[in-house]
């Protein structure tokens, strides 16, 4: 644990604040739910899945992250933290629950209404309720609402939206480092929610209302899907004017104010893919740029297919028989393992069920339920059509002589 002391120091609990019950004990809900309980408090873990809770109680983990086991074993061993089905009384309820969306990208908060009806039993006066999920404006106060619906006096309790804004592959270091964002459903409820996680956060802790609070985290994945559209429409126009896209890019950003980011085969994961239209969904007309850049960005995936199968087709034409394509990653960003709304997978998956022959690499994963994995150096070998999909690490440097190689995410250059 030497290694992770410093994020051990100034550990100081807050007055009478001493039990911590975490719903929903995810990518999220875990590493916060472990951290404090290696910082001193007893914290109660909730989740609706039986073997996430006996995996945790055994001191393990269930999901993929960077010294994460470290930290729940600690905790378990301890004795701090213990999982279980159902919550309990405690001083500070944390909401860390799944908000997907449903059919026609409505936000679904269901998950987070279900984690309020289940905690109201054990709220009592003078406890912080946080809610930590990603959420559609307006939830906090849905939150106090459902609270108050299930016979909570909610004017007694201290009610406050605090959004995560961890990367994965970095949570517990960013858990502890990373500036916050709180907003209160009351200015007591933010002054007392800043109070509890200054004693946990070395960044800064900043107020503001809850309404605010939850925009600013729709805002800055909207900033950065918006920002990847652009450069993803410049790459679908540098190949119209036969132009290179990442040399482009490389030139323009030597302007003192500009920064283009990297263009690819769409946007995953179940962040900046989703969130944006948590806010087309409530900004309705008024969310034009917002709405495009989501659409910018599908489309990108879309018109990747496009190329790849024009590719194989003059492959065929040109040497009489189908073209086997390998796709290069499957994963939503280079170096996981993660393919929670992953353009490349779709991309894979879209040209296998078109009845192209598809060799899938992806180097961070052994195996996966609708397609054979293959090593790279292998589906190279192999391919007729090379189709870079993710900028994985392995994949850099690679010379190819003789193939049709498309490089949809800089891979190459
Ligand atoms: N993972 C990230 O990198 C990240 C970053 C920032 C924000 N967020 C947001 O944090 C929230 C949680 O995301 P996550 O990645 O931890 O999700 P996750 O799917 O990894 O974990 C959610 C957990 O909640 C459990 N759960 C569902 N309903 C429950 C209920 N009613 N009671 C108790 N447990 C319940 C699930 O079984 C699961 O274990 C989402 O709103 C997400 O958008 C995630």
Sequence with gaps: MSKNSRLFKGTKLMNQTKTICVVGLGYIGLPTAALLANRGYQVHGVDVVQSTVDIINAGNIHIVEPELDIFVRSAVNSGNLKASLTPKESDVFIIAVPTPFHEGYVPNIDYVISATKAIAPYVKEGNIVILESTSPVGTTDKVEDVLKEEGVDTSKLFIAHCPERVLPGQIMRELVE?????????????????????????????????????????????????????????????????????????????????????????????????????????????????????EINTYKTEWSIEKIKNAALKFENENGRKAKVACMGLAFKPDIDDLREAPALYIAKTLKAQGIEVLAV????????????????????????????????????????????????????
Excluded at 209 to 229: C, G, P, Y
Excluded at 364 to 372: E, M, V
């Design 178 to 294: 990373n500036d916050r964002i709180v907003g209160g459903t009351t200015p007591e409820a933010t002054q007392k929610t800043v109070e509890f996680y200054n004693t946990f956060v070395s960044g800064e802790v900043l107020s503001t209302t809850a309404r605010t609070a939850e925009m600013a985290k729709l805002t800055e994945n909207s900033f950065r899907d918006t920002n990847i559209a652009f450069a993803n429409e410049l790459s679908i126009l540098c190949d119209k004017f036969d132009i290179d896209v990442w040399e482009l890019i490389s030139l323009t950003n030597r302007h003192p104010r500009v920064n283009v980011l990297q263009p690819g085969a769409g946007v995953g994961g179940h962040c900046i893919a989703v969130d944006p239209w948590f806010i087309v969904h409530a900004g309705g007309d008024d969310a034009k740029i917002i709405r495009t850049a989501r």
């Design 362 to 413: 992806e180097p961070n994963i052994k195996n996966h339920k609708d397609l054979a994995i293959l090593n790279y150096e292998d589906a190279i070998e192999k391919a007729d059509v090379i189709a870079y999909l993710v900028g994985h690490k392995e994949f850099k440097g690679i010379k190819i002589f003789g193939k049709e190689v498309i490089d949809f995410c800089g891979v190459t250059n």
